[in-house]
């Protein structure tokens, strides 16, 4: 059967996240009246990169982690900016360089490569829709220049419930009207995109700019390293 809607991921799969969000290190700390240097920027990044994992936010195969989602999100974001206080002073400014990091990545993200060429020709045969974990005012922002492309766009925050949990995806489903198979998934993560959708039938793409191995036992239908790659093999 055709595929009727093609189901993007956001970040890491048609948005840089990593580049936006050194655009808002660089914006906290002019908000807190400090000159970045990129190794600063590259320091925050990386801590950030740790404390992500560290909090378990990778982890999104624990049922526990789920429910604890978007709470455990702001507690990373409050450690971000106590490792930017520590390490560079933001001293009084601190509660201004949060604001301006947040107010950051909101801004129209950075798109990966390929990614607007990939989604124009795709919307001519398809409705596109975006899949996402994340928190919703933040989401709109960084989605607000793509968002003419969409027809819907699902972010598990007023959702409640984030990917892979087969209830984000039975929510999308009964959004669209339509059922799985008439679906495709197209995502950077095996642990969110590929997994939620292999547990409601749905055909899945991943997205793979690392050339890692695919895992024994995942299904998916095919593996790319571009997203270009999509245009020979749906049109």
């Known amino acids: 059967m055709a595929y009727e809607y093609l189901i993007f991921d956001a970040d890491h799969t048609i948005i840089d996240f990593d580049a936006d969000e050194r655009r808002a290190f660089y914006a906290a700390f002019a908000a807190a009246g400090i000159r970045a240097t990129a190794d600063m920027v590259e320091a925050c990044w990386a801590f950030s990169a740790q404390n992500w994992g560290e909090l378990g936010l990778n982890d999104v195969h624990l049922p526990a982690l789920r429910d604890r989602y978007h709470a455990l999100y702001h507690t990373h974001v409050r450690a971000i900016l106590s490792y930017m206080d520590t390490m560079y002073g933001l001293g009084q400014k601190r509660s201004v360089a949060e ?44 989605l607000s220049a793509l968002a003419p492309l969409f027809a819907h766009v699902f972010v598990s925050e007023p959702m409640g419930v984030i990917k892979p949990d087969v209830r984000f995806f039975a929510h999308m489903l009964d959004a669209l009207g339509v059922t799985a198979d008439r679906c495709l998934m197209i995502g950077d993560s095996l642990a969110s995109d590929v997994a939620g959708a292999n547990a409601v039938g749905m055909d899945a793409v991943w997205f793979n700019r690392r050339g890692r191995p695919l895992p024994d036992g995942v299904r998916v239908k095919a593996v790319i390293g571009d997203l270009r790659a999509l245009l020979p093999m749906l049109l």
Not at 99 to 111: D, M, R
Not at 119 to 132: E, F, H, P, R, V
Not at 133 to 141: D, K, L, P
């Open 99 to 142: 604001q301006a990091f947040s107010a950051a990545l909101g801004l129209p993200a950075h798109l990966v490569d390929g990614a607007l060429e990939t989604l124009t020709a795709l919307g001519k045969q398809y409705s596109l829709c975006i899949a996402t974990n994340g928190i919703a005012a933040i989401q709109a922002g960084r």
